[in-house]
């Protein structure tokens, strides 16, 4: 286990990537923020509430209010929403990473969290709640949660709802209603609301308020004041802004939660007050999502902004403190965007410059995802498909899935994808991995038609790209899958990342192709490679391919060493949803059958079945070996059934990729050992990939028409499915299906 965790130390525990720990804390308070007590008390009053929204425009004081309420309570967790919470594996982590603040959490949540495409809200879901559970009276506050936009993300906070443990509370605030199933929340008395009318300053309040911004007035003008800002917090606030610095000393402000009056009176009222180098820095700042004064510098190029940020707090601009050391803040959303709109009126071409700067400035201080958004937005197409080819491995092995496809998914929007044949492999690769053949077809054809004379990304040749697709593919059967694999192998950079996968493709190839003699030292290599690199999920496959060898040569011994050691890394190192890790399940199950361990072997088949949606033909050669695999173990447990199922699934391979080697003949020897069987019983092992990718979503909130959006189907075929499912399991209710699929393990628990 050493070795394994020294190939990649960060899997040890916890979050996979790097978080932004200000996300976690709520923004510091500025000296004469007004208390809310009595909306505090009212919070405070509802702890059995298990859902509490928090729904008004910006600037009605949402994010105060709940810092005040959360500092009172004690045991709160808090996630500031972002744009980077628009992937559920992040959005999820950063929830758990919160909680994990209040009191440690079960290091299985993070794990379930790294590769969650197949079972989000089975495994995911459940095991967030059960942490949360486990340190009654918790608390997680979801702010900004407007910010959400991924569906994935809003699936995850909607189910995420309706699962809060007793006891427990969640408080989501949002500028407007986000799609939660807000009617069965009421309907079950597990909602309370709150609404700008009772986030709206009395009297007593707005004069605090006015008073902490510096502006004293008489009761009857503070009392027309709130009147005319219909106590709304950030008008107030703006209004005493400009009344105290200018020369008016009657309330003239007239706007209550309307964005384009504010934006106006912003523009005229408070900028037109500001000195012009004020204004500067303000507008050509505000381009940055998160500022610092060494972040300032570089966008600006000057020196001394540190000071600047520290001077705009003090002088009650909105501008939020982020941590205690007051080295990070953001700008008020309204505040930002007014600052944008006038960035954009007064300096246009400025604007990309100003990014690239921000780019620049996080790529040489260790942040290549914040300089990839940077780079985007300043259309950097160049920049941008260096920095993706540089982190995109790891952010998908952490369970990114969602922020990979937004990155390569730009390139296409953008009208650049046939430049960078790097990226295309990278998104057809990835794109078999997830078991998305058509999606995987779709970039192999773009990346094929890029010109020859098109960039070269990470150093590496549009010849060692093709090559190693084309190898992925194998569309030409195994012998041209040999020569591309070794073609890629040849021409990779000796520091490449996909040196290991091109190894394991040479290796496979020359096993289908009947020569497993060449082909096990081949895999010894690439399992050395792979683990000397981090490449954990291609040592998983190399050494379950090592264990088929030497079970061929009646080895049982060696076949149990390999695949033990492949288990350890599935267990240990948190690789959990990959098409090698079905791979190593089913390769596992042979063994334990072997020994006689019928028990073990089920649970591992069950575990190879749940990943089944993922062994397509975009993948067809380690699709293949695996449902192969399962087929065996199958018809050696007397499970007729479950080998028909899984031996469909290798015509259907077939049909699209028919030279696979050995894949064909042994097949048709496993199907004609089935038909020498008595007929099975369907039951759980006899599933379609349809089904199971149906399956976890039966554990959701979700309706049927609304899972067959999802799925792409319609309701219809989703009800012939689940009636299919119960049938199955045997069983006559969803819920009951769910319940008897956890003990099947075809879901987590």
């Known amino acids: 286990m050493q070795e394994l965790e020294e190939a990649d130390p960060s899997r040890r525990g916890g979050p996979s990537f790097e978080l932004f720990e200000p996300k976690l804390h709520p923004p510091l308070a500025r000296s004469g923020t007004v208390t809310r007590a009595a909306l505090v008390d009212r919070l405070l009053a509802t702890p059995d509430v298990p859902v509490v929204s928090v729904v008004a425009p910006p600037g009605a004081g949402k994010t105060t209010f709940l810092s005040q309420w959360a500092e009172k309570r004690k045991r709160v967790a808090w996630v500031s929403i972002d744009d980077r919470d628009n992937d559920p594996a992040v959005f999820l982590t950063y929830a758990a990473a919160a909680l994990d603040r209040v009191e440690p959490i079960d290091p299985l949540v993070f794990r379930t969290l790294d590769f969650p495409g197949l079972s989000i809200a089975a495994d995911a879901i459940p095991r967030l709640t059960s942490a949360m559970s486990s340190m009654l009276p918790a608390a997680l506050v979801l702010d900004h949660i407007e910010q959400l936009q991924n569906r994935e993300s809003l699936d995850a906070l909607a189910q995420l709802t309706v699962q809060v443990p007793q006891g427990a509370q969640l408080i989501i605030a949002s500028r407007t209603q986000p799609p939660l199933p807000m009617t069965l929340l009421r309907s079950r008395g597990e909602l309370f609301e709150i609404g700008p009318e009772d986030l709206a300053m009395d009297d007593a309040e707005a004069k605090l308020l006015l008073t902490g911004a510096g502006l004293e007035l008489e009761d009857i003008d503070v009392a027309e004041l709130r009147r005319r800002t219909e106590g709304w917090p950030v008008g107030l606030y703006l209004a005493a802004l400009s009344m105290r610095d200018g020369k008016e000393h009657r309330p003239t402000a007239a706007f209550a939660g309307d964005d384009r009056l504010m934006a106006d009176y912003l523009r005229s009222e408070l900028l037109a007050r500001l000195p012009q180098r004020t204004i500067t820095f303000l507008t050509r700042t505000s381009i940055l999502d998160e500022l610092s004064g060494s972040l300032c510098d570089s966008v600006l190029h000057s020196d001394g902004s540190a000071e600047v940020l520290e001077s705009l707090e003090h002088s009650h601009l909105l501008l939020l403190a982020l941590d205690r050391q007051r080295e990070w803040f953001r700008y008020h959303n309204l505040f930002r965007d007014?600052?944008?709109?006038?960035?954009?009126?007064?300096?246009?071409?400025?604007?990309?410059?100003?990014?690239?700067?921000?780019?620049?400035?996080?790529?040489?201080?260790g942040k290549p995802e914040a300089a990839i958004g940077y780079a985007q937005r300043a259309g950097d197409a160049?920049?941008?498909?260096?920095?993706?080819?540089?982190?995109?491995?790891?952010?998908?092995?952490?369970g990114r899935v969602a922020t990979v496809g937004r990155w390569v998914d730009w390139f296409e929007r953008h009208g650049v994808i046939e430049?960078?044949?790097?990226?295309?492999?990278?998104?057809?690769?990835?794109?078999?991995?997830?078991?998305?053949?058509?999606?995987?077809?779709l970039w192999a054809a773009a990346a094929e038609a890029a010109p020859d004379s098109s960039r070269t990304v990470g150093g590496e040749s549009r010849e060692a790209w093709l090559s190693l697709l084309r190898a992925f593919l194998c569309r030409q059967g195994v012998e041209q899958m040999l020569a591309d694999a070794v073609t890629a192998r040849d021409t990779l950079s000796p520091r490449s990342a996909w040196r290991p996968s091109a190894l394991l493709l040479e290796g496979a190839a020359r096993l289908l192709g009947g020569d497993p003699e060449r082909a096990d030292p081949i895999f010894t290599h690439a399992r050395?490679?792979?683990?000397?690199?981090?490449?954990?999920?291609?040592a998983t496959v190399a050494l379950a391919e090592h264990a088929v060898i030497s079970m061929d040569r009646s080895d049982w011994s060696e076949a149990e060493q390999s695949i033990d050691e492949a288990l350890s890394i599935v267990a240990s190192l948190f690789v959990s949803d990959y098409v090698s890790t079905a791979f190593a399940y089913a390769v596992a199950a042979r063994t334990a059958l072997h020994n006689g361990d019928i028990a073990t072997a089920q649970e591992r088949l069950a575990l190879a079945a749940r990943l089944r949606p993922l062994l397509t033909y975009?993948?067809?050669?380690?699709?293949?070996?695996?449902?192969?695999?399962?087929?065996?173990?199958?018809?050696?447990?007397?499970?007729?059934?479950?080998?028909?199922?899984?031996?469909?699934?290798?015509?259907?391979?077939?049909?699209?990729?028919?030279?696979?080697?050995?894949?064909?003949?042994?097949?048709?020897?496993?199907?004609?050992?089935?038909?020498?069987?008595?007929?099975?019983?369907?039951?759980?092992s006899s599933l379609t990939t349809a089904e199971l990718r149906l399956l976890p979503m039966l554990a959701t909130h979700l309706t049927f028409p609304e899972i067959g959006e999802r799925l792409m189907v319609s309701k219809n075929t989703v009800k012939t499915q689940a009636i299919s499912i119960y049938q199955k399991l045997g069983v006559s209710s969803r819920n009951d299906a769910v319940e008897r699929a956890r003990q099947c393990g075809l879901l987590g628990s």
């Not at 160049?382 to 952490?398: E, F, I, K, N, Q």
Request: glycine share 6%; hydrophobic share 45%; aromatic share 4%.
């Open 528 to 538: 050395d490679v792979a683990l000397h690199m981090g490449a954990l999920p291609a």
């Open 338 to 365: 007014l600052l944008r709109t006038e960035l954009k009126k007064r300096e246009p071409n400025l604007v990309p410059e100003l990014h690239q700067r921000a780019a620049t400035w996080c790529e040489a201080n």
């Open 618 to 684: 975009a993948l067809p050669t380690l699709s293949a070996q695996t449902l192969l695999e399962m087929a065996a173990c199958y018809i050696a447990r007397a499970d007729t059934a479950g080998a028909l199922a899984v031996l469909r699934q290798v015509r259907d391979i077939l049909q699209q990729r028919p030279d696979l080697g050995f894949v064909a003949s042994q097949a048709d020897e496993l199907r004609a050992k089935c038909d020498a069987a008595r007929p099975g019983v369907p039951g759980a």
């Open 419 to 441: 430049n960078y044949p790097a990226i295309c492999v990278q998104g057809a690769v990835f794109s078999t991995l997830l078991g998305q053949s058509a999606r995987a077809e």
């Open 382 to 398: 160049d920049r941008v498909a260096r920095l993706v080819a540089g982190v995109l491995t790891p952010v998908y092995a952490s």
